[in-house]
DNA sequence: ATGACGATTTACT
DNA sequence: GTAAATCGTCATA
């Protein structure tokens, strides 16, 4: 699922129809039960990882470090709490949203190119919170997932055919070994 | 009610 | 490379 998401568009809606929405670069799997990575490691139930237990397409928004928010989208069903951490977009659409949500602050542009790259960063670019927690990715009106148009849709080249890179993932040092697992993928 | 920590980012040395 | 920012979440009491 982390791999099939690379280079769809993930779209966020904001009230008047305005859209915001980037290219999937790079994502994270987290593979739940035998994860310890995985906030459900080990069927840990709290209230905050029974979203990873809702069906597959439901968003898994978490607060983190008192002042970021990362997204998700939570695959397998109740028997399976696994999710994809989205880590970083190419923005495709919505400057104006963005630079608005900024205080109108001009953007350089390499600002521009590192505005969603990052799990946190990308979520202030969408305006992602924890009231978009939970929703159904299937039927929401405000995030969704599209398949890419235009220059997106095209094969990435100078990546080998499948077209992105297997790295180990960021930020779970305390999960020892599993740190290190191939999970993290990035397109060109 | 309390305390420790975090799937991060940024600024500064 | 180190550190600070800052608060929801969760284990403990």
Request: aromatic share 8%.
């Amino acid at each position: 699922m982390a791999q099939q998401l690379l280079g769809k568009q993930l779209v966020r809606q904001l009230p008047g129809g305005l859209r915001i929405s980037g290219e999937i670069a790079e994502t994270e799997a987290y593979l739940g039960l035998e994860d310890p990575a995985c906030h459900s490691f080990s069927g840990k139930i709290t209230p905050r990882t029974s979203t990873l237990y809702l069906p597959a397409g439901h968003s898994y928004v978490y607060f983190v470090y008192g002042m970021h928010h990362c997204f998700n989208v939570v695959c397998g069903d109740q028997s399976q709490p696994e999710a994809v951490l989205i880590r970083a977009l190419r923005i495709t659409e919505g400057w104006e949203q963005i630079l608005a949500s900024r205080g109108h602050e001009p953007l350089s542009p390499r600002q521009r190119e590192t505005v969603a790259s990052g799990p946190a960063k990308l979520c202030r670019a969408l305006s992602i919170d924890l009231s978009l927690n939970r929703l159904d990715l299937t039927t929401s009106e405000q995030i969704f997932i599209e398949e890419p148009r235009g220059a997106e849709a095209l094969p990435k080249p100078g990546l080998g055919p499948l077209g992105f890179m297997a790295l180990p993932r960021v930020g779970i040092d305390y999960a020892g070994d599993a740190a290190l697992w191939p999970l993290r993928f990035v397109l060109a």
